[in-house]
């Protein structure tokens, strides 16, 4: 019975879609998260009669007959839609308003990206993530700075004791990608290019189409519960019928088998 096949695709479809809500509900306080949704294909179809087939009386069949075979998981896609701003006054906290990525550089000499701007400084006075991965470009603030600010534009800058001016300490840029989507996440908020991200294209902040950075900053989580609530009723209830479709054509066999008594 083809039935129970098909409707057991329905379900791992179903079962796909909620672990996509439940990480995203997972992570709706994580700075900078990205929710992500599931997208699916219909199965092959089995054609029992071809659409334009003749019929014994000299017509053509004007349909045909195919019967599908299911569904499957087609992707995971990423959302890149913005979260709201949350305002910390940390000035080692910055937010992307607008498209890009901070750069970041792992040990072995890897570039990552991240648009989780919850920066900190290391014990050599490196701007790094919480994690200790220096920004790209780095800056480095001298042990006896005050008053770090980073402009707009990602002109970094401290006040230095004695001196009536800031000092300029670096610049920050940004990378964007023509797909986002592409990017394979790693966890801890990065991301890494692929073939399907394409390559990486840098500038400064808030020049060219580049966002700016607003200090003192987070951009927060861009779940929607309520939407992700709808979501999962909406998958538990395709499951469930799914499971109905299974359970009545277990039924069905056992009518056909009841005959045969």
Same mark, same amino acid.
Request: no cysteine; net charge negative; hydrophobic share 40%.
């Given at each position: 019975?083809?039935?129970?096949?098909?409707?057991?695709?329905?379900?791992?479809?179903?079962?796909?879609?909620?672990? &996509?809500?439940?990480?995203?509900?997972?992570?709706?306080?994580?700075?900078?998260?990205?929710?992500?949704? /599931?997208?699916?294909?219909?199965?092959?179809?089995?054609? =029992?009669?071809?659409?334009?087939?003749?019929?014994?009386? @000299?017509? /053509?069949? !004007?349909? @045909?007959?195919?019967?599908?075979?299911?569904?499957?998981?087609?992707?995971?896609? %990423?959302?890149?839609?913005?979260?709201?701003?949350?305002?910390?006054? %940390?000035?080692?906290?910055?937010?992307?308003?607008?498209?890009?990525?901070?750069?970041?550089?792992?040990?072995?000499?890897?570039? #990552?990206?991240?648009?989780?701007?919850?920066?900190?400084?290391?014990?050599?006075?490196?701007?790094?993530?919480?994690?200790?991965? $220096?920004?790209? $470009?780095?800056?480095?603030?001298?042990?006896?700075?005050?008053? =770090?600010?980073?402009?707009?534009? +990602?002109?970094?800058?401290?006040?230095?004791?004695?001196?009536?001016? &800031?000092?300029? #300490? +670096?610049?920050?840029?940004?990378?964007?990608?023509?797909?986002? *989507?592409? #990017?394979?996440?790693?966890?801890?908020?990065?991301?890494?290019?692929?073939?399907? &991200?394409?390559?990486?294209?840098?500038?400064? !902040?808030?020049?060219?189409?580049? +966002?700016?950075?607003?200090?003192?900053?987070?951009? &927060? *989580?861009?779940?929607?519960? /309520?939407?992700? =609530?709808?979501?999962?009723?909406?998958?538990?209830?395709?499951?469930?019928?799914?499971?109905?479709?299974?359970?009545?054509?277990?039924?069905?066999?056992?009518?056909?088998?009841?005959?045969?008594?």
């Amino acid at each position: 019975m083809r039935a129970l096949f098909t409707a057991a695709t329905g379900m791992n479809a179903q079962q796909a879609r909620m672990d &996509s809500i439940a990480n995203n509900l997972a992570n709706v306080n994580t700075t900078g998260f990205k929710r992500s949704h /599931a997208e699916f294909q219909d199965l092959f179809y089995e054609t =029992l009669a071809a659409a334009g087939a003749p019929t014994g009386d @000299g017509t /053509a069949l !004007p349909t @045909g007959v195919q019967i599908g075979h299911g569904v499957k998981l087609a992707s995971i896609v %990423r959302n890149f839609a913005q979260g709201e701003r949350v305002r910390t006054d %940390r000035p080692l906290d910055l937010a992307i308003e607008g498209d890009g990525f901070l750069q970041v550089q792992k040990p072995g000499g890897e570039t #990552l990206y991240t648009v989780a701007g919850a920066l900190q400084l290391d014990r050599d006075g490196n701007i790094v993530t919480p994690e200790g991965y $220096p920004l790209l $470009p780095a800056v480095t603030s001298p042990p006896d700075a005050q008053d =770090l600010t980073s402009a707009r534009d +990602g002109t970094v800058s401290v006040t230095l004791p004695g001196a009536s001016t &800031s000092t300029t #300490l +670096g610049q920050l840029q940004l990378a964007r990608f023509m797909n986002p *989507s592409g #990017l394979k996440a790693l966890g801890s908020n990065l991301y890494a290019p692929t073939e399907a &991200s394409g390559d990486p294209e840098t500038g400064i !902040p808030d020049q060219d189409g580049f +966002g700016g950075i607003a200090q003192g900053f987070l951009e &927060s *989580s861009n779940v929607n519960i /309520a939407e992700e =609530l709808v979501k999962m009723i909406l998958a538990q209830r395709g499951f469930e019928m799914n499971s109905r479709v299974i359970k009545a054509g277990d039924e069905m066999m056992q009518t056909v088998g009841a005959l045969s008594r």
